[in-house]
């Protein structure tokens, strides 16, 4: 029996991805391990998102090299968005013996058993059909509360700073009869919240089925699981899955909506099809309807030739819509883009730096704002486990994503609860029992 170990990096596509991996090599009789020590194969799932996250990712793999040095049969495997972004140069460092981009995992345990041969191996095609809709993935999430489900792949916008088209390919659904299938088996694994995944998950389209039919095909199959789901395009979240969100109150009241800027020259040069405009519209669409629902962002500071008035427009959106919690982000060039083509990235570093600053302090405030609203307010919460702090406490989150903590020795993961908020810092709600 060999047994794998896989690092996961990037976003909640590599985790789930990870997950198809040991399936796909748990066929074949490979055993998962936690131990990198004991592990015959190593893998990364890597992320191509920012140079600072590669440059980690090439730091670790230089650690892989101990193992492998230390018992020449270990193989090391470079999966996800940077196997496809660097390809044979990964194999030209010599610490790397099998390269499989995000489409070729069904090929994993033919190139493992090539590379272990001698034969270092490669296989960075990208696909239009492969979604794996047909690969039961091995849950890695340890306490059996929450799972991530697929529900397309790839990219077909070309956001002029993002690498994702090219990691990733060619944007494709995965058939609706197996993501039903697999809420469905969650639900009887007694999971109690599934997390519906894709880059774009508003332009989900499979037969006559789009985002707001397959977000209430699933809400109604599984009525006692929480559903959330991530990512939405601000340019294509529809009216419909707004109102799929409000008539299933097994929906979380939650939205993920990247704003990226709040300046339209830069959005334009970023390639995202809205405008500011169009955004606070959604997001009044949204609180119209859910006036309870959180609504996060991400934003990158520092595009091309942003300037401090762009900059401005962007803390006074952030100002405008009070967000729950956001990603924030210096621009980082990414090789091959439309952007690092055509735009120089001419924002000075430390004034990406002083700019990313100023959000994060508007946003904390924010952050703190909103929570402080909530103070009074009960919740049901999902228990996700002790908390980190305490053993006498537990945490889990709310609908809106919240994380709260509270007393609590009675329950357990998995369990629902309700609480009452008394108390907040700017990242969690203290609660007692309500
Ligand atoms: N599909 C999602 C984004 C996935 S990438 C969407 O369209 O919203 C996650 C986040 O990383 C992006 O929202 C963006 O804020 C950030 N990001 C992407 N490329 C980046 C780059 N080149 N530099 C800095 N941040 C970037
Ligand atoms: Fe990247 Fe834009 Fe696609 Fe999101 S929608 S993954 S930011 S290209
Ligand atoms: Fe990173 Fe690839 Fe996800 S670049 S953010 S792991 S799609």
């Known amino acids: 029996m060999r047994k794998v170990y896989i690092e996961t990096y990037g976003c909640q596509m590599n985790v789930a991805d990870t997950e198809v991996v040991f399936s796909i090599l748990g066929r074949e009789g490979y055993i998962r391990t936690e131990e990198i020590g004991e592990a015959d194969v190593i893998l990364a799932n890597t992320c191509s998102i920012r140079d600072n996250a590669e440059q980690r990712i090439l730091g670790r793999i230089g650690q892989f090299n101990i193992y492998r040095k230390a018992r020449p049969d270990v193989i090391v495997g470079i999966l996800g968005c940077m196997a496809e972004r660097m390809k044979e140069t990964l194999l030209e460092s010599g610490k790397v013996d099998v390269v499989a981009g995000p489409d070729a995992y069904r090929r994993l345990p033919e190139l493992l058993a090539a590379a272990s041969q001698g034969h270092p191996q490669i296989d960075v095609i990208l696909s239009r059909e492969e979604t794996y809709a047909d690969i039961a993935p091995v849950r890695v999430d340890k306490n059996g509360v929450s799972a991530f489900i697929s529900i ?74 929480r559903i959330r789901f991530s990512t939405s395009n601000p340019q294509d979240i529809s009216d419909a899955v707004i109102e799929t969100m409000a008539t ?86 990414r090789p091959g883009t439309l952007a690092a083509k055509k735009y120089p990235d001419d924002v000075a570093p430390d004034v990406k ?36 702090r305490n ?44």
């Open 152 to 225: 397309m792949r790839g990219c077909n916008n070309v956001c002029s700073y993002c690498v994702v088209p090219y990691t990733r390919g060619a944007e494709r659904s995965r058939d609706y009869h197996t993501i039903v299938r697999e809420a469905c088996d969650c639900a009887e694994r007694g999971y109690k919240e599934i997390t519906l995944l894709g880059q774009n998950v508003d332009s989900y389209h499979f037969g006559e089925y789009d985002f707001a039919r397959l977000l209430a095909l699933v809400a109604e199959s599984v009525p006692d699981l």
């Open 248 to 333: 299933h109150a097994n929906i979380c009241r939650h939205i993920h909506l990247p704003v990226q800027s709040g300046s339209d020259r830069i959005l334009e040069k970023m390639r995202r099809r809205y405008t500011r405009a169009w955004y606070l519209d959604r997001v009044a669409k949204i609180r119209a309807l859910m006036p309870d629902c959180a609504i996060t962002t991400d934003v990158i500071a520092g595009f091309c030739s942003e300037t401090e008035e762009d900059h401005r427009d962007t803390l006074d959106i952030f100002e405008q819509v009070g967000f729950d919690a956001a990603f924030m982000f210096q621009y980082s060039e």
């Open 353 to 388: 730096t002083r700019r990313l600053e100023e959000i994060i302090a508007v946003q904390n405030r924010l952050s703190l704002e909103s929570n402080r609203r909530d103070v009074g307010k009960t919740f049901r919460v999902l228990v996700e486990g002790p908390s980190k």
């Open 391 to 434: 053993a006498a406490e537990l945490c889990g989150r709310n609908s809106q994503n919240k994380m709260c903590i509270w007393p609590d020795t009675a329950h357990r993961a998995g369990d629902f609860v309700d609480v009452k908020v008394k108390d907040c810092t700017q990242a969690t709600l203290l609660c007692e029992p309500a």
